[in-house]
């Protein structure tokens, strides 16, 4: 199963969006969405999981403070991250279970892979990404997404520049 993962878009949807999507079975929205077109444009490239970040409406229901998806035998789970303060891999990874663990809110790409228990046979390994911010250009910080591959109780994430 191929997988978007976008964050931060805060109301923008770049046109090289649709283009680095295509193909993808879902996409997977960790917040801080900015409107409902920006889930309406990206419905018509895949179906939409998201949820809401800080500067999003935790009223909307459209909108889940976190969300749990089943994929292939393993579990994705997604926040914004914004209620752990400034999230890093090792914070969202303290929090939350699951295998796959997606956040936003730094507007920094970051992929991180390790072992839930030293001890633990590989089926364990997790994997947190940060797709970064697809949205307006701030902080000095190239734009991106990312694309992740779940196949044989296997995660496999790029991040793509935009």
Known sequence: MLIG?????HGLVRPEIAGVFAGVDLIVHAG???????LEALRTIAPVEAVYGNVDDAADPELARE???PV????????H?????RPTP??????????????????????????????????TRRTIVNPGAAGPRRFEVQPSVARLRIGRGRADV?????
């Not at 993962?5 to 878009?9: E, N, P, Q, R, V």
């Not at 991250?81 to 303060?85: F, K, P, R, S, V």
């Not at 790029?158 to 935009?162: G, K, T, Y």
């Open 81 to 85: 991250g914004h209620e752990l303060g």
């Open 5 to 9: 993962l976008i964050s931060d878009t």
């Open 72 to 79: 292939d035998g393993l579990i994705l789970h997604v926040s």
């Open 90 to 123: 090792e914070l969202v990874l303290a929090r939350y279970d699951g295998d796959i663990l997606v956040f936003g809110h730094t507007h920094r790409a970051v992929i991180w892979h390790g072992e839930r228990d030293a001890a633990a046979p590989p089926r």
């Open 158 to 162: 790029e991040i793509v520049p935009l």
């Open 67 to 69: 969300r749990t998806i």
């Open 32 to 38: 801080d969405v900015g409107g409902h077109a920006v």
